[in-house]
């Protein structure tokens, strides 16, 4: 298996969907090539940093204003 | 760094939904969602409090990732929830409520964004092309806990800049998937897009970001000591 063969299914061993005969190959590419497995560790890495840190929230008095926003459109019939 | 074991699963979990997405277990047991809309059709309106309460964050970040502008974002959520309380007929429940608002909200965030731009056309479907991130280039590996070298609100701010370089297309992508936790089939249906530009958008959404934070997160070269460049 090439490099790009392996970058061609990194979201499917990610993702754990690969067969076990699959498996087996990315395995037996993995254990060559260090480039691969530093790809693969820090892929699973930043998908895991953003789960756990999620952006972008609202601050509780905004959500707040919008739910009485939206709710009093809405008891009037939107 | 985390290792396959032999002829088992990767150890990395599989991306779980959000406590507030729930799968549905099976074709015979109804999604939760189902009786709160059930409940609203019939005239209820705290049914469809409890919906929103329970999509308001994740609709505020889809907004802010497409409109990078808070206020839209802010707009976008109430216009959304607004224009699907007002639809809700025509919801017809072959498809997942949140599926269904995410690609109202994914519409109204286009649509702000095309005003901002003066009717320029913005479409979440558009073809990409962009090399960066189709080929790993800086191969440094990380540190084993990168995100400890920096407080809450760096990491969140390298989080946060980091993401916006994406085009729309990825960062929604991958919000969806990895963030919230949605199928991939879920992911195409809310975004109007085939399963095969979900993966692609997906794969080139995660490498581009692993790239751009590993400036951040990067072993120091000809160090034992773990460090990062700021």
């Known amino acids: 298996m090439t490099c790009t063969e392996f970058l061609a299914l990194l979201d499917d061993l990610i993702d754990d969907t690969v067969t076990t005969e699959m498996r087996a190959d990315l395995q037996e590419h ?3 090539c260090e480039h691969c497995e530093v790809t693969l560790s820090t892929t699973r890495k930043t998908i ?4 756990s840190h999620q952006i972008y929230d609202m601050p509780a008095g905004l959500r707040d204003r919008l739910h009485a926003a939206i709710m009093a459109r809405c008891k009037k019939g939107c | 760094m985390p290792a396959l074991k032999p002829g088992g699963a990767a150890e990395f979990p599989q991306p779980t939904p959000m406590s507030t997405i729930q799968p549905i277990a099976g074709e015979l047991e109804p999604h939760p969602d189902v009786a709160l809309v059930e409940r609203v059709r019939a005239g209820d ?3 469809y409090d409890e919906l929103v309460r329970k999509y ?3 609709v505020f970040r889809i907004a802010q ?7 839209d974002a802010e707009d976008v959520m109430q ?3 607004l224009k699907a309380y007002e639809k809700l007929d025509q919801f017809q429940g072959n498809s ?3 599926t269904w608002l995410v690609r109202i909200a994914v519409n109204e965030s286009l649509m702000r964004l095309r005003k901002r731009r003066t009717g320029k056309m913005v479409s979440i479907d558009e073809d990409i092309e962009t090399d960066e991130g189709s080929v790993p280039r800086d191969l440094a590996d990380w540190a084993p806990d990168p995100e400890q070298n920096f407080t809450q609100s760096e990491l969140r701010s390298i989080l946060e800049k980091t993401i916006k370089g994406l085009p729309p297309g990825f ?3 991958f919000e969806l998937r990895d963030v919230q936790g949605l199928s991939t089939e879920d992911t195409a249906e809310a975004l109007g897009l085939s399963i095969p530009a979900v993966k692609s958008r997906l794969l080139r959404a995660r490498l581009q970001l692993r790239e751009r934070l590993s400036r951040y997160f990067r072993k120091k070269k000809g160090s034992r000591e773990v460090g990062v460049e700021k």
């Open chain 2, 65 to 71: 990732h497409i409109t990078q502008n808070r206020e």
């Open chain 1, 48 to 51: 895991q940093i953003y789960r």
């Open chain 2, 79 to 81: 216009d959304a929830f």
């Open chain 1, 30 to 32: 993995l254990r060559g």
């Open chain 2, 96 to 98: 997942k409520f949140y």
């Open chain 2, 171 to 173: 960062k929604v992508v």
């Open chain 2, 56 to 58: 308001d964050r994740q």
């Open chain 2, 45 to 47: 309106v705290s049914a």
